[in-house]
């Protein structure tokens, strides 16, 4: 832990939560904190009702990978929820520098979140809550592991319907993950690694999230419809223009997705990561095709680039 973190309340008794808890700092009404001891009221209906938005960015060696994107899209999430930041876009940005900063990570998995809060008389008027602003810094983290990220991953379509976009809209990035966690124990019960879930006209959605792309002839498609418009998923439109790949947002089949020639997924918790095997079928022989290492090999290079990238404030 860092000096500044030990300088942290609460950090001396902190021994058996860290047994727990990835080390990290979190800020959380007004103060930074180590994240093992940043906890939400039972009463908080970000808790009770999933009536929460929030985002994730990261940093990777030193530097935060778009995180203006990831701020205009919790900004955008924040307001269409009707919820009010007790704090400016300039202010939340330097709480998620400072929370980097004083977790002394060089690669970090940075969480910003709205709840609803709570009303001091528990009144159950949304409209009285006072909205809680939280954020996080934890080392970075992946979807895929070390060896899935070399072999590609093994997915399996689950006959789980995503939650309709008419009830929840998924562009604002929320909590309502049950058909996702459910979705994956019928991938593992199938002897899957990870799940794909359906919208409600039977093509694919995503998953526990991620995005998903598949490789045909060589034009590359990702669902349209009832997902998360990634920020991970917009690098590999921004990175397919660059070169001059062809890429569009557009139905898959499930179908479709057995027979593509190469299939990735896409998430800040990972970037983008080879699948290489959908349900029993192999995708591309078993192996990583060639536009999705491309694809890998200039997601990565990009992270070092300033119009893409930038330094952690120190503290
Ligand atoms: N879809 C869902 C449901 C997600 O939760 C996420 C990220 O958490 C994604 C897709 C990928 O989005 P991003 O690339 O912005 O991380």
Not at 176 to 198: I, P, Q
Not at 280 to 292: F, L, S
């Amino acid at each position: 832990m860092t000096d500044a973190a030990n300088a942290l309340p609460g950090t001396e008794q902190n021994h058996i939560d860290r047994r727990r808890y990835p080390h990290g700092i979190a800020f959380m009404d007004g103060q930074y904190l180590p994240v093992s001891q940043a906890k939400v009221s039972v009463l908080d209906y970000g808790f009770l009702h999933s009536d929460a938005t929030y985002d994730t960015a990261h940093v990777w060696e030193g530097r935060f990978f778009r995180l203006n994107l990831h701020l205009d899209r919790f900004w955008r999430s924040v307001e269409r929820l009707r919820m009010k930041l007790p704090y400016s876009r300039d202010e939340v940005e330097e709480i998620l520098h400072n929370c980097v900063a004083l977790s002394g990570h060089k690669s970090a998995y940075v969480e910003m979140i709205c709840t609803r809060g709570s009303s001091p008389t528990f009144s159950r008027d949304p409209r009285q809550a006072e909205n809680r602003f939280i954020a996080f810094a934890v080392p970075f983290g992946s979807v895929a592991s070390k060896e899935q990220l070399e072999r590609g991953l093994h997915v399996s379509i689950s006959g789980t319907i995503r939650i309709s976009p008419k009830s929840v809209d998924p562009s604002i990035k929320n909590y309502h993950w049950l058909d996702l966690v459910m979705g994956l124990f019928d991938a593992y019960d199938a002897g899957g690694e990870t799940a794909l879930v359906l919208d409600a006209n039977g093509n694919i959605a995503e998953g526990p999230g991620f995005n998903v792309f598949i490789v045909r002839d060589g034009a590359l498609r990702t669902p349209a419809f009832g997902v998360l418009p990634g920020i991970t998923r917009r690098s590999v439109f921004d990175l397919c223009a660059e070169i001059g790949l062809p890429a569009k947002a557009a139905d898959v089949s499930p179908a479709e997705l057995r027979a593509a020639d190469e299939v990735f997924i896409t998430s800040t918790a990972g970037g983008i990561m080879p699948v290489t095997r959908v349900d029993a079928a192999p995708i591309a022989g078993g192996c990583v095709g060639p536009i999705t290492r491309r694809m890998i090999d200039m997601y990565w290079q990009k992270h070092r680039d300033p119009a893409w990238s930038m330094p952690v404030a120190h503290v």
